[in-house]
């Protein structure tokens, strides 16, 4: 570990959804997907990725909660490396068990669903706070039933997924998600495998998520999503942060070139 890794790592600071990337570096081979991605997510803030296919956009989520493993740098959330843990200069890496407690906290919403096929919507939703954190199952599917009826799903609760529309998988996989009372939420482009039609309702659950305080850290190519929800605005091209601040400037008002010529062809 670096002189300069070190010393961010001693000024990370215990906030609950809180997150850190510092240097972050990832390659497969010798692609490099990440070079040296470095941001900051306050707790309760919106946080939407943009930029053109290829970018790095999905790899960034998987190292927020490990994964992918980092090749350089690190990630914290709540102020606690995520992964590994620091002995003097050198970071080990966590053992799977801690790892699965620390993604307790960092919930994640794919783009394809993954729901259990031969499970119910409410069991889906009531499957990883009982297996993970270890809680009672009658007060996790009395808390499973209140998300699904948050999301508009209360009449779809004993509905298997091959019952739902792709929409309604959706929000039934972000009620799962948020059944683990996670300080952080990821989203990998979470309407890019709907049809056109069931897009806004599944943004209209993602906007209401963001009122309740969760941190968010969203890819999508849903420009008017990121123009009302975002507080930071971040464009990623070829594994390197291009421009990143708030929606009306980096939207409307890009300094770079490059986040220009992206917004021409979404726009």
Known sequence: MSAATSAAVDRLADATGRVELHDVHKAYGTLEVLRGVSLTLEP?????????????????????????KVDRGFVAVDGELVGYRRRGRTLRELTE????????RIGFVFQSFNLFPHLTAVENVVEAPVAAQGRPRAEVEAEARELLARVGLADK???RPRQLSGGQQQRVAIARALALRPSVLLFDEPTSALDPELVGEVLDVMKDVARTGTTLLVVTHEIGFAREVADTVVLLDRGVVVEQG????????PRHERTRAFLQKVL
Do not use: F, W, Y
Request: hydrophobic letters at 35%; glycine letters at 10%.
């Open 157 to 159: 609760a004993d509905a």
């Open 97 to 104: 068990r801690d790892v699965l407690r620390q993604r307790t």
């Open 44 to 68: 309760g803030s919106v946080t939407v990725v943009l930029g053109p296919s290829g970018s790095g956009k999905s790899t960034l989520l998987r190292v927020v909660n490990h994964l992918e």
């Open 246 to 253: 708030p929606p009306s400037q980096v939207l409307d008002a």
